[in-house]
């Protein structure tokens, strides 16, 4: 029971850590529902020297704000032709690792932070924030993962896509993942 509380610790602190890495005025879009939300301006640029001491993705690229994605559709149903390329190539990397997530696989982004919660890491992309969370979890007495990507397009719009899998079922996952 200790060891379980620990690691929702654990993962809370994964989760706190990727939230802090965007501005207080981000508003989370889930991708369950388009609820559109008011938007300011795109957020600038992260500034060097944060005091707290987090790690911070540097890119400077970033899609405009009123973009709503929305998960499970695809390139999360951002038409690629209203973007200029800068904005396309931002969507199709984010698409790509967004699915080889979901699949069981790693994006193809370098890992920023590390949790040991059970394998958690998020990672910095040019344009964007991917956590692959794999988190030590239990539902029903039955031990296993949460698992997932949160993904984050650092303009104020975020996507995530969380489910429980058993120890089984996540080791099949991991497998077929490995398979490609």
């Known amino acids: 029971m200790k060891r379980i509380a620990e690691c929702r610790i654990v993962a809370l602190m994964a989760c706190a850590l990727l939230l802090s890495a965007c501005s207080p005025g981000d508003v989370p879009v889930t991708g369950k529902s388009p609820v559109q939300a008011s938007q300011s301006d795109p957020l600038e ?22 973009l709503m994605p929305v998960a499970g559709a695809p390139h999360f149903g951002i038409a690629l032709d209203s973007l200029d390329a800068e904005g396309r190539a ?12 979901l699949a069981g696989g790693m994006p193809d982004c370098r890992v920023a932070l590390a949790a040991s919660d059970g394998g958690t890491t998020i990672h910095f992309c040019d344009g964007y924030n991917i956590a692959r969370i794999h988190s030590m979890d239990e539902r029903d007495g039955v031990d296993g993962f949460k698992y997932g990507v949160m993904l984050d397009f650092l303009n ?15 080791r099949a996952l991991e497998a077929a993942a490995k398979k490609r």
Request: proline share 6%; aromatic share 4%; charged share 20%.
């Open 45 to 66: 640029s992260p500034k060097a020297g944060d005091e707290s001491g987090i790690p911070t993705n540097m890119s400077k690229r970033r899609l405009p704000a009123h």
């Open 90 to 101: 931002i969507v199709q990397a984010a698409s790509a690792d967004y699915a080889a997530i």
């Open 156 to 170: 104020g719009r975020k996507l995530e896509s969380l489910r429980f899998l058993s120890n089984a079922q996540m």
